[in-house]
């Protein structure tokens, strides 16, 4: 390890199953990707590991889920407490493995521990019914029970946030969790396991299976019968594929997927804060979530304005190492991710987009890309139909409301749309027609706990976070008392 911490013990390169820690002969190097470095050598798990986390979480099962939620509430608000104690050292390692500037990283660490906290105490509303019966001599009575067993894959954009917003939901519910973290960001899970060890959760409650085999492992968590719900986050093609598995033990499922995020700006928006908004929302993880800014669509009376401050702004951004305090953009997570936004830019350019920013990776770099604007974008080039993630925004100009809000629906996407306006009536027009899960208006910071994250179409289905998240993990159950 080459990574100093003020707690060292954070940094643990083995899976956590049953409440051990599991090494292996095989390593997984973990690489900062910054500058390349192996930050660590991970136990290289596997499909045997993924089983006998499994097996451990449905032994777990039975005492956990009998526990009250009050009970469940004390052990979880230690979690949740313990992760803001040692916020700077996770925050150290997620900008490590993830590249994202620290400040981002100590942002999510604050929004990923919120969410045991938010499930903690809202497992203690998991309230039932009763139901006024058809005949007299029967009582509806509807009770709400933990599904069972988890499983759960995540990506590497969000290496704590996205595993804490089913964990907390999943374990407050009485569920039991086995979750298999993206390749490239396992230490910030295995960190987060340590503190789940610290706060008292029973061995076998949360298991962390860190691996390369995604396919092997991914197929025990979509198909082994112990498992009673599969989550996921993370692109629509493995979402799709992991779906189909799903379907062979009939699983509850949730799936967050991708999206192609438009950004609207009307010829009655503040600009000013528009620009802002749109700043904020494109180049947060550079580029690299699913809800960032994927298009800006800008109505033509105001066009000329508003790309002027934006590309003022987006040209004082700073990119560099995550880890170095003025770092606005760092690193993409890797080679592969930036020749990805290079394609998507240069097949843009190819058939008449501009570059009026950057357009190009970092002089003497892997893994940067310029902060990007273009123009001259029309809403069929690749840069408009596909997820960019990375920090290049395309700038696209539109006639009329109606127009507008066709454009920004075609797509096979449906998780999170923007838009600045100060018309009532627009408002409320726009608001209701854009097909999405989530809609920012006059507002780009839409991710909380108490709001329901989610998509719609082709990024997925369920919601986390709020008080609809924890529906995902319970199942309803319906009691007929007769003979009365
Ligand atoms: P990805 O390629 O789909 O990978 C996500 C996770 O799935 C990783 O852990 C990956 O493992 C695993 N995986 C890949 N192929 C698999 C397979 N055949 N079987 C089982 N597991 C498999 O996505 P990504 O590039 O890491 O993440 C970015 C995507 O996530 C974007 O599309 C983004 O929009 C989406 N996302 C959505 C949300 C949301 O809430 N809607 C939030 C964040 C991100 P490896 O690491 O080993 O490849």
């Given at each position: 390890m080459t990574i100093e911490l003020k707690d060292n013990q954070l940094l643990k390169p083995f899976s956590y199953i049953n409440g051990s820690w599991h090494s292996s002969e095989a390593q997984l190097a973990v690489t900062n990707p910054a500058n390349g470095k192996v930050i660590a050598n991970v136990a290289n798990a596997g499909v045997i590991?993924?089983?006998?986390?499994?097996?451990?979480?449905?032994?777990?099962?039975?005492?956990?889920?009998?526990?009250?939620?009050?009970?469940?509430?004390?052990?979880?608000?230690?979690?949740?407490?313990?992760?803001?104690?040692?916020?700077?050292?996770?925050?150290?390692?997620?900008?490590?493995?993830?590249?994202?500037?620290?400040?981002?990283?100590k942002g999510e660490i604050l929004y990923g521990a919120a969410f045991i906290e938010w499930f903690a105490e809202e497992a203690k509303r998991a309230y039932g019914d009763t139901i006024p019966s058809p005949s007299t001599d029967k009582r509806i009575v509807v009770l709400k029970q933990p599904v069972g067993v988890v499983g759960a894959i995540t990506p590497w954009n969000f290496p704590n946030a996205m595993i804490t917003r089913k964990a907390g939901a999943a374990l407050a519910a009485g569920c039991t969790f086995v979750v298999r973290p993206a390749t490239q960001t396992p230490l910030s899970a295995l960190a987060v396991a340590e503190l789940a060890e610290r706060a008292g959760i029973p061995a076998g409650v949360f298991n962390v299976v860190v691996g390369s085999d995604s396919r092997g492992m991914g197929k025990v968590l979509t198909q082994h019968p112990d498992i009673a719900k599969f989550t996921f986050t993370g692109s629509t093609n493995v979402g799709k594929a992991l779906i189909n598995q799903c379907s062979s033990t009939v699983k509850k499922v949730s799936m967050e997927l991708g999206g192609n995020a438009p950004f609207i700006v009307f010829d009655d928006a503040d600009i000013d804060a528009a620009v802002a908004g749109a700043v904020a929302s494109k180049y947060r993880n550079a580029g690299q979530t699913c809800i960032c800014t994927n298009r800006i669509l800008v109505q033509k009376e105001v066009a000329e304005t508003f790309t002027s401050k934006f590309v003022e702004a987006v040209s004082k951004l700073n990119v560099g190492d995550g880890i170095s305090p003025d770092t606005d953009i760092g690193p993409l997570i890797n080679s592969d991710a930036v020749s990805d936004v290079e394609t998507l830019v240069n097949d843009s350019v190819s058939v008449g987009a501009k570059v009026v920013l950057g357009g190009e990776r970092a002089p003497d770099s892997n893994n940067f890309y310029l902060p990007t604007v273009l123009t001259n974008v029309t809403n069929d080039m690749p840069i408009a139909r596909n997820e960019i993630f990375g920090p290049v925004s395309p700038i696209i100009t539109f006639d009329s409301e109606d127009e507008a809000i066709e454009m920004a629906n075609d797509t096979e996407y449906g998780l999170a749309a923007y838009f600045y306006s100060r018309d009532i009536g627009r408002i409320w027009r726009v608001g209701e027609s854009l097909e999405y899960g989530m809609v920012g208006i006059n507002d780009s910071a839409i991710s909380n706990v108490s709001a329901p994250f989610g998509g719609v179409k082709q990024s997925g289905f369920g919601r986390e976070g709020s008080k609809y998240g924890l529906d995902e993990y319970m199942e309803i159950k319906y009691l007929c008392m007769g003979g009365l």
């Open positions: 590991e993924t089983e006998l986390a499994v097996r451990s979480a449905k032994k777990a099962l039975k005492h956990w889920a009998s526990q009250s939620a009050a009970q469940r509430s004390v052990i979880l608000k230690k979690w949740h407490q313990l992760m803001l104690d040692h916020q700077d050292d996770l925050a150290q390692i997620l900008t490590l493995e993830q590249g994202k500037p620290l400040a981002e990283a």
